[in-house]
């Protein structure tokens, strides 16, 4: 028998932080010197300090990738080499 685990929600939480402006610079700096968004660095760093304390849940998706999301279904396909 499986366990029932309730399903992952689709949609991202969006939640509300309140930063000290100093906190807010430092943090965007390092983010940028990472090619992250602020928001992504703090995702990142959050993520790092669950796994760190045992907390992460196994079952956790993968963050997402930097950059912009590829392109799917659009544009010339590449021309195979011979």
Known sequence: M???RPRRPQ???????RLDPLVHDALSRWANDELRSANAQIEFLLRKALADAGRLPRDVGAIRKRGRPAKTGQGPEPEAED
């Open 11 to 17: 949609q991202r939480k969006q939640v509300l932080l």
């Open 2 to 4: 499986t366990e029932d």
